[in-house]
């Protein structure tokens, strides 16, 4: 075998050894079936195994990585990915959907706290953190990251803002977060997100709030320290409309590099991410039902 193949190989064995171990899957429903677990690139079509989408992502100077927030297999994988890319290089960023601006200040002190050796007791609390997320799903990542080198960062609104926006909904600058088709894409998820039940005349605020979300994901991301990592709900780094066109207009031109955690039968396609990673579904909830409660 020549020399620079030997090379190449043992190089290659070595990157997929640092790995940690890929979690067990959480969510009960689908496990057997084959494209549960498949990563795909979706510019080429291509299957990726766990180590060549690490690979994949190391590059990336911006990642932005699609959940749902309930599934906890999503949790479990994000976790995943963020260790694995530290194996990989020097993290510049994490950035979170979850945090708000208000909490910043929170963030730091536990940073500090867990350096010099303290034990937080209730860290949710220490945190300010938001009821609406579950502690159980994110706590992992946040205590992975408040103990690590790089900074953990808010990259939402607060609810003042978002409030504001609502009232007085700002003029959104940009020709690909302003198309027409992208308003009305966005438009009709809030409506089908609220079961029909929105009334229409609510819809422009509402879309508003969405869209300034975004803008403020995209402002965080361009200046956090990279690589920066976000860690936000599917709709929000679509390619297509969310997040990657905000960046687009704020003059990255590239979008950042997208990767959609999805569950087994949700189609993902190149217009909406980069790459896809399939996971199982997590028992069906009529939440639709509950809202009409």
């Given at each position: 075998?020549?020399?620079?193949?030997?090379?190449?190989?043992?190089?290659?064995?070595?990157?997929?050894?640092?790995?940690p171990?890929?979690?067990?899957?959480?969510s009960?429903?689908?496990?057997e079936q084959?494209?549960v677990?498949?990563?795909?690139?979706?510019r080429?079509?291509?299957?990726l195994?766990?180590a060549q989408?690490?690979?994949?992502?190391a590059?990336?100077?911006?990642?932005?990585?699609?959940e749902?927030?309930?599934?906890?297999?999503?949790?479990v994988?994000?976790?995943?990915l963020?260790?694995?890319?530290?194996?990989?290089?020097?993290?510049?960023?994490?950035?979170?959907?979850?945090?708000n601006?208000?909490?910043?200040a929170?963030?730091?002190?536990?940073?500090?706290?867990?350096?010099?050796?303290?034990?937080?007791?209730?860290?949710?609390?220490?945190?300010?953190?938001?009821?609406?997320w579950?502690?159980?799903?994110?706590?992992?990542?946040?205590?992975?990251?408040?103990?690590?080198?790089?900074?953990?960062?808010?990259a939402n609104?607060?609810?003042?803002?978002?409030l504001?926006?609502?009232?007085?909904?700002?003029?959104?600058?940009?020709?690909r977060?302003?198309?027409?088709a992208?308003?009305?894409?966005?438009?009709?998820?809030?409506?089908?997100?609220?079961?029909?039940?929105?009334?229409?005349?609510?819809?422009?605020?509402?879309?508003?709030?969405?869209?300034?979300?975004?803008?403020?994901?995209?402002?965080?991301?361009?200046?956090?320290?990279?690589?920066?990592?976000?860690?936000?709900?599917?709709y929000?780094?679509?390619?297509?409309?969310?997040?990657?066109?905000?960046?687009?207009?704020?003059?990255?031109?590239?979008g950042?590099?997208?990767?959609?955690?999805?569950e087994?039968?949700?189609?993902?396609?190149?217009?909406?991410a980069?790459?896809?990673?399939?996971t199982?579904?997590?028992?069906?909830?009529d939440?639709c039902?509950?809202?009409?409660e």
């Amino acid at each position: 075998m020549r020399p620079i193949l030997l090379s190449l190989l043992v190089l290659l064995s070595a990157c997929q050894a640092a790995l940690p171990p890929l979690p067990a899957w959480q969510s009960p429903e689908g496990r057997e079936q084959a494209q549960v677990g498949q990563i795909l690139d979706l510019r080429s079509g291509q299957p990726l195994n766990p180590a060549q989408l690490v690979e994949r992502l190391a590059g990336a100077s911006r990642l932005l990585i699609g959940e749902r927030h309930d599934n906890a297999d999503h949790h479990v994988l994000q976790h995943w990915l963020l260790e694995a890319l530290e194996h990989r290089r020097a993290q510049g960023s994490l950035l979170l959907e979850m945090l708000n601006p208000d909490q910043q200040a929170r963030v730091e002190a536990a940073r500090r706290g867990i350096a010099s050796g303290q034990t937080i007791a209730d860290l949710p609390a220490a945190l300010a953190w938001q009821k609406g997320w579950d502690w159980a799903l994110y706590g992992p990542i946040v205590r992975h990251a408040l103990d690590r080198p790089y900074p953990l960062l808010a990259a939402n609104l607060d609810r003042p803002q978002l409030l504001q926006v609502y009232r007085q909904p700002p003029a959104l600058s940009g020709l690909r977060s302003t198309a027409p088709a992208v308003r009305a894409a966005l438009q009709e998820q809030i409506r089908e997100s609220h079961c029909g039940k929105l009334p229409d005349s609510q819809l422009p605020a509402m879309l508003a709030v969405q869209q300034q979300r975004d803008r403020r994901m995209a402002e965080a991301l361009l200046a956090a320290p990279a690589p920066s990592l976000l860690l936000a709900g599917a709709y929000h780094v679509r390619r297509d409309l969310g997040v990657p066109l905000h960046l687009q207009d704020l003059g990255e031109p590239t979008g950042g590099l997208v990767l959609i955690l999805a569950e087994l039968g949700q189609t993902v396609t190149a217009a909406e991410a980069d790459l896809v990673w399939y996971t199982p579904r997590r028992p069906e909830q009529d939440y639709c039902a509950a809202l009409g409660e």
